[in-house]
Structures are given as C-alpha cells and as structure tokens.
C-alpha cells in the first residue's frame, strides 16, 4: 500500500473527505498518496457508497482508497465492500480492536486516537498493536475533519522517535504548520481534510497544491 510504504526522507500524503471526480483528478495530478472517503453520514464530506464506489473506479491501484467509518453497523460495511474499492480501512469511534480486525479481515487499517490531557496513548498502542499505523488526531465534537490541532509536546519525545513510523498525524494540519509538524514527528505520513477547504466539505484546489508543495519542501534534508 502506497501510504504504509516507509521511504526514508518522504512524508506520505492523505487528503480526506473527497467528494468530486475533479477532486480525485487533482489529487493523482498531485501524486499524493491516498485519498479518505468519509462514510459517516453527519459529516459534511459524507459520500454514499454508491458514489464512493464511482470515485474509486476512478483511478488504478497508485492511489489508496482509504474508507473512514465511524462505528459502522455490519450492514453499512455490506455497503461499502459491495460497491466501493477499500484499500486501507480507518476507524474513527470506538471501534474494539477485535471489531477492526473483523471488518478489515486482512487489509491494512488504522485507528485514530483522539489526543487531550487524559488520553492514555500508551494504553491506546497496547490495545490496537495490530494496526499498520495509528492515526494522531485532535478531540472535538464529532468525528475527524474540524480543523484543530492538538498540543504535540503532550506525546513523550521518546514515543515519538520509537513510533514516527506507525504514526499518520492529522488534526489542524495547514499550509502554515506542516513544516513543523513533520519536523516534530517525522510521520510516516500526513493526513488533511479541512486544511484545504474553504468552507466545510469544500475543497480548494490551490490549498489541495500549496499543502501538497510545503510537504515536499520540508521533507527537503536541509529542512530537518
């Protein structure tokens, strides 16, 4: 899978909450590497399976397809995998680690960890040490995709040094704060939603180019 490749150096890319062909069409232009189709239906970027499945077909197997679902019912899953090409699954409620694993059956998933003062990220690891990464994110109301960072130095230093090869880090992410961001954790890669819109669920394509160029700029050597 493209964005669970380790390349020393380069930070993968995931811009979430796609909706448009035009969308897809810009992000292989870009040539990031995994596109996030929100399947949780109170979003704004919410997509239908159906219209998920149109998106997919879209573009061959250089861009994962990454299917985010929020504590998903058995049925809602039917729907997805019926009509929606999934590469890699992300969880974003509270989905046990068995659940995952269940929906998954076999492909690579992630499970987002929401990080405030209380969260025990230690214990988080522990109980989802089978995904392939874990995705860094901000608490807020809802799910994914508000545009708030969180603070990084509440996450140990050291945690960050043994584990930047497992971590997709999101929440807040922008054009402005990346460079610091991958300067900090060093991910394995970098995941954007509202950070390119212009309004809620609206992506911008110039956003979509200027936060897709600063990532490349600051995985640049001498910019570490």
């Given at each position: 899978?493209?964005?669970?490749?380790?390349?020393?150096?380069?930070?993968?890319?995931?811009?979430?909450?796609?909706?448009?062909?035009?969308?897809?069409?810009?992000?292989?232009?870009?040539?990031?590497?995994?596109?996030?189709?929100?399947?949780?239906q109170p979003s704004s970027r919410y997509i239908s399976p159906v219209q998920a499945g149109i998106l997919s077909n879209q573009y061959p197997h250089d861009l994962d397809t990454v299917a985010l679902v929020v504590n998903a019912t058995d049925q809602e899953i039917l729907e997805i995998k019926k009509h929606c090409r999934v590469d890699i699954w992300q969880f974003h409620g509270d989905e046990t680690a068995q659940r995952?694993?269940?929906?998954?059956?076999?492909?690579?998933?992630?499970?987002?960890?929401?990080?405030d003062e209380k969260f025990q990220l230690d214990e988080f690891c522990l109980q989802y040490r089978n995904a392939n990464a874990w995705l860094l994110d901000a608490v807020i109301d809802g799910y994914g995709g508000g545009?708030?960072?969180f603070n990084w130095e509440m996450i140990d230093s050291l945690w960050v040094?043994?584990?930047?090869?497992?971590?997709?880090?999101?929440?807040?992410?922008?054009?402005?704060?990346?460079?610091?961001?991958?300067?900090?954790?060093?991910?394995?890669?970098?995941?954007?939603s509202s950070g390119v819109e212009v309004e809620k669920g609206l992506k911008d394509p110039y956003l979509m180019k200027a936060f897709v160029a600063?990532?490349?700029?600051?995985?640049?050597?001498?910019k570490h």
């Amino acid at each position: 899978m493209a964005l669970f490749d380790q390349i020393p150096g380069q930070t993968r890319i995931k811009i979430c909450g796609l909706t448009k062909p035009e969308q897809v069409d810009l992000a292989r232009q870009l040539a990031i590497d995994a596109i996030g189709l929100v399947f949780y239906q109170p979003s704004s970027r919410y997509i239908s399976p159906v219209q998920a499945g149109i998106l997919s077909n879209q573009y061959p197997h250089d861009l994962d397809t990454v299917a985010l679902v929020v504590n998903a019912t058995d049925q809602e899953i039917l729907e997805i995998k019926k009509h929606c090409r999934v590469d890699i699954w992300q969880f974003h409620g509270d989905e046990t680690a068995q659940r995952c694993q269940d929906i998954a059956q076999g492909m690579p998933w992630m499970k987002a960890a929401r990080i405030d003062e209380k969260f025990q990220l230690d214990e988080f690891c522990l109980q989802y040490r089978n995904a392939n990464a874990w995705l860094l994110d901000a608490v807020i109301d809802g799910y994914g995709g508000g545009g708030q960072t969180f603070n990084w130095e509440m996450i140990d230093s050291l945690w960050v040094t043994e584990n930047a090869p497992r971590v997709v880090l999101s929440g807040g992410l922008n054009v402005k704060n990346v460079g610091d961001a991958i300067a900090y954790f060093h991910p394995l890669a970098v995941d954007i939603s509202s950070g390119v819109e212009v309004e809620k669920g609206l992506k911008d394509p110039y956003l979509m180019k200027a936060f897709v160029a600063q990532v490349r700029l600051f995985d640049q050597p001498d910019k570490h």
